[in-house]
Structures are given as C-alpha cells and as structure tokens.
C-alpha cells in the first residue's frame, strides 16, 4: 500500500541554525505534499504545501522542495528559533492522505 | 465558523464496551477523515470519505466503522472496544480545487482510554 518515510525522527539545533527534514512517498499518483507543525497537546496545523506541478515553495523563513523522479520531499527551516520546537509531519495525498511518522524538532537556545 | 468540532474530548471505556466519537464541520468541506495518533506511529488513517454516503478504509480500519450521512457529520464507531485502540483521535475536513485534495484542517482531538 501507500507509504510516507519520514527521517530524521528526531533533531536537536542551535537557535539561528537552519533544520532540514527529508520524505519519501510510494504512490507515484501523489499531487499533493503539505507539511504540518504540531505542539504538545494541541492538533496538527498546516505550514506549508506544494503541489505537484512545483518544484519549490517558499514562505518566509519555511521552504519545500519536490523531486517528484526520486518521490521525495523536503521542508527547510531557516534561522530557527525556540517557537520552532514541536513535532513535524509530512503528508502525500491523492484521495487519501498518508502521513509520515514525524519528526520532533529541538531548538537549543 | 466553528471548524472542525469534536466530542467527547476524553473518554474511558472497559473492553469490550462500544461507543461513537462524534466529529462535525461547518465548511461544506467534501472530504472527511479520522485518524488515530500514537507515540512514534504519527497519524494513522483510518476511514474517510469524498463526500455524503461515499466512505472508504484507510491503513488501519479494523475495529471501526464509519458512515456519512451528511455533509457535516461524519462519526466513528467502536463497536467492541480492546485496548489496542487506546489512542488519540483526529477528525479532519478538506475540500478539493480542479480535483486536488487541499489542506486539511484538523479537529481538537478526542484522547480515549481502553482497560
């Protein structure tokens, strides 16, 4: 079936630094990749997506980049900050989302 | 608009026990969806829906059933709960543009608890 790897599961960063987190998706019918942030306790909530036909988006300090050839995906965090810390996923969609396995970002101070 | 909404918010059951976690949006979105969330599982789907009276199984459906009836409403059952499925759950709405799913927003989350 349909799969979403996520790496690394976890990242610890100094304050300033930049943080990356890589996917790989199965379904070559994929058209769709957001990136969603999610807090202690609280529900997912969107930072960035990109469609198929896209190679890259950016929005202020947040990018995403896609190799649909390789399936693979990508969100960049530049000059993180502490408010960065949470847990983030990524997601493939077609009719139906599959998500990754998140990974937990540490900002160091 | 009040979103996604959820109830209950937390619940208990002993095994074995049935129950129906309530999920409800007022966008007019046609794509509803439930997850279940675990330590280092992330979101699991379970079932969704394209629209009223369309569902489908996701990755890991066993256990639970589904129906949409209407646009808004799309609840979950446990018809025989086992603490395998001690978890929190996640409804999400979506809509589609030129037929591609856009974001999905995301309910509170319903923490339930199986003995």
């Known amino acids: 079936g349909e799969n979403v790897e996520q790496h690394p599961s976890t990242l610890s960063v100094q304050e300033g630094d930049s943080a990356v987190i890589k996917c790989t998706y199965s379904?070559?019918?994929?058209?769709?990749f957001p990136w969603y942030k999610q807090e202690l306790g609280k529900r997912p909530q969107l930072i960035i997506d990109?469609?198929?036909?896209?190679g890259e988006k950016k929005d202020q300090r947040i990018a995403v980049t896609l190799n649909k050839t390789a399936k693979h995906f990508s969100l960049h965090i530049t000059e993180t900050q502490p408010e960065d810390s949470a847990v983030y996923f990524c997601a493939a969609s077609t009719y139906k989302y599959i998500f990754g396995t998140g990974t937990r970002l540490k900002v160091l101070a | 608009n009040a979103g996604v909404t959820q109830t209950p918010k937390f619940q208990v059951l002993k095994t074995g026990q049935s129950m129906t976690l309530q999920c409800a949006q007022d966008m007019n979105h046609e794509y509803m969806s439930w997850y279940r969330q675990d330590p280092g599982m992330g979101l699991r789907l379970i079932h969704y829906s394209v629209g009223a009276g369309i569902t489908d199984q996701g990755e890991v459906p066993n256990g639970y059933n589904v129906s949409r009836s209407t646009t808004e409403d799309f609840p979950l059952r446990l018809l025989s709960a086992a603490p395998s499925q001690t978890s929190v759950y996640f409804c999400?709405?979506?809509?589609?543009?030129?037929?591609?799913?856009?974001?999905?927003?995301f309910g509170p989350g319903t923490r339930l608890t199986v003995l």
């Open positions: 999400a709405s979506s809509y589609s543009t030129g037929g591609v799913y856009n974001e999905q927003f």
């Open positions: 379904d070559s019918a994929s058209n769709y």
């Open positions: 990109i469609r198929s036909n896209v």
